[in-house]
């Protein structure tokens, strides 16, 4: 079975935490994983998971807990080996805490987002069929338009 998930979480403001530990808590729940700091003090650990290691996310996040000025953002990707859809969550952090109730979900965008988003603005103020621009955005969202 495919490793389909990546995670990759990014550390700011932790000078205490090192890429050893983090290396450490990665290979104890994912595959293929590397940690590594930054010049500026910025940490960074990954790996792959067929599932979401959300051991591996609380463990490192547990680092950070009484770090009130650290931040982290847990980036987690998947594409369609075992999921339906590709797809990524980000999820942003402040001492270990999270930081809003909303996570960012991203799938396929078309190429052509900016010109759709447009169509729609204009049908929306009159100029189109509102209807038919919104399926069409849509459509082009969910990978079904060329």
Do not use: C
């Amino acid at each position: 079975m495919g490793q389909s998930t990546t995670i990759t979480i990014t550390i700011t403001n932790a000078p205490e935490l090192n890429a050893k530990q983090l290396g450490e808590i990665a290979a104890d729940h994912v595959t293929d994983s590397t940690a590594w700091t930054e010049e500026d003090g910025t940490h960074h650990v990954e790996g792959h998971s067929k599932w979401t290691p959300d051991g591996f996310i609380s463990d490192v996040l547990s680092l950070t807990s009484d770090l009130p000025a650290s931040g982290a953002t847990v980036n987690e990707e998947w594409d369609t080996r075992d999921a339906d859809e590709p797809g990524q969550r980000i999820t942003r952090y402040v001492g270990g805490t999270f930081l809003s109730p909303a996570t960012q979900v991203n799938g396929l965008v078309p190429a052509d987002l900016p010109i759709a988003v447009s169509k729609v603005r204009a049908a929306l103020a009159g100029d189109g069929d509102v209807v038919e621009t919104v399926t069409w955005l849509l459509d082009g969202l969910d990978g079904e338009r060329a």
